[in-house]
């Protein structure tokens, strides 16, 4: 008898044990914190997972209130960096899985909740309770079926060259369409509409995402799919999920967003945590004006600023290789329009070039140079990924 009441507390004690041999990321709650709200701030309330470990590490329940001052153990384990990689610090084989832990270290660093970056001084690793034990491998999100007529006949199938953005998702929003063709210009004998060429562009992006595993959601959609002539004609049939785009300019926009926000929240409670929205503009100027291309954020988002400083260095690193002059005049600014404070997902606005300028009118008249365009920012998401 006495054997089997030391095996029935060993069974109770055992987990509290091994839990206090754990080192604990922990914090304080302020003043209107509930567990979510607690959780959230720390990118922890995406999974029921954590919440339940939350509870199980504090003693809680889910109706339990969190005390101001109070400090609280957080389901994020600590782990010592070993200097190779997040994989071999964890002796874990699932690639994006660390990568993951690697942008979650990355993200508490720029909202200062992490003080030092895991590779410098402690070598401080944070890894989430659940992207520990409860992730879904971001493998079963890949699209299986590999053709979208979206891209027009000869480009519909689009191989998988590999999973890396596996378990991302991307809304690219191609600037204006419907009734409004965004910024016009003409060289004499042809007309040039923005919302054709930023459509081009967009398709041609989306493609090499997909070709990576990542979900792509075009919001404006067309029939013209991807095309290779300069001259890219103006018409007014664009769609957003299949919907007419109304003539106010405030619908358009509510439109767009509220789409993007629905679908965020689907993939959200799917378990898909990095989505981003990318729309794509062509600025317009006077004729003499030469722009390179720039990137706007919203003020207050951190993550989109972060990919807008991305997408703006691999786009610089590439004029010092394609540019005589190996400069470049782009920029990162943060600017409140509707799409950037609308949308739920980090988003990033782009204008490539200004289309007043028959020079800079090359970077989106050229197929190629459409085609480069692309590749520069699919180059720069996936860097961010």
């Known amino acids: 008898i006495a054997i089997n009441i030391i095996l029935i ?3 109770y004690i055992m987990p509290q044990i091994l839990m ?36 199980e590490l504090n003693n809680l329940t889910l109706k339990s209130y969190l005390i101001e001052n109070r400090t609280y153990v957080l389901p994020i384990e600590k782990y010592r960096y070993d200097g190779k990689s997040v994989s071999s610090s964890l002796n ?5 899985i660390s990568k993951q832990i690697e942008r979650y270290n990355r993200m508490m660093c720029q909202f200062k909740l992490k003080t030092e970056d ?37 480009k519909a199938n689009v191989p998988l060259k590999d999973i890396s953005l596996a378990g991302a998702v991307y809304y690219i929003v191609a600037g204006h369409g419907g ?10 004998s042809r007309q040039f509409c923005e919302d054709e060429y930023a459509y081009d562009i967009s398709l041609r992006l989306g493609r090499i995402l997909l070709e990576h595993g990542a979900i792509v959601h ?11 002539s300069e001259l890219l004609i103006c018409d007014s049939d664009e769609r957003v999920s299949g919907k007419e785009i109304p ?29 981003r929205t990318i729309e794509i503009h062509i600025d317009s100027r006077k004729k003499t004006d030469r722009v390179d291309m720039f990137f706007y954020y919203f003020p207050y988002s951190t993550l989109g600023k972060s990919l807008a400083n991305e997408l703006y260095k691999t786009v610089k690193s590439k004029y010092a290789i394609y540019r005589k002059s190996g400069e470049y005049d782009g920029s990162v600014i943060p600017r409140d329009l509707h799409v950037l404070r609308e949308v739920i997902p980090a988003t990033v606005f782009i204008e490539v070039a200004n ?27 996936m860097k961010d990924y």
Not at 29 to 55: P, Q, T, W
Not at 125 to 135: K, R
């Open 92 to 96: 874990m084989n699932d690639i994006i």
């Open 9 to 11: 507390v060993l069974i």
């Open 20 to 55: 206090a041999q754990k080192d604990y990321v922990r914090a304080k709650a302020i003043k209107g914190d509930g567990i979510y709200v607690f959780l959230g701030r720390y990118g922890l309330d995406r999974s029921n997972c954590n919440v339940e470990r939350f509870c």
């Open 179 to 188: 009734p409004d063709p965004g910024a016009m210009a003409n060289d004499g």
């Open 218 to 228: 075009f919001i404006t959609e067309d029939k013209d799919g991807i095309r290779d």
């Open 247 to 275: 003539k106010d300019q405030k619908e358009r926009l509510s439109q767009r967003s509220e789409l993007i926000n629905d679908l965020y929240r689907k993939y959200k409670n799917s378990g898909i945590e990095y989505q």
């Open 355 to 381: 289309i007043q300028n028959a020079a800079d009118r090359q970077r989106i008249v050229l197929a190629s140079n459409r085609q480069l365009l692309a590749e520069w920012l699919a180059e720069g998401l």
């Open 118 to 154: 895991y590779t410098k001084g402690s070598k401080e690793l944070w890894c989430p309770h659940h992207l520990l034990v409860c992730t879904v491998s971001p493998e079963i999100f890949v699209p299986q079926d590999r053709k979208f007529e979206i891209f027009g006949k000869s």
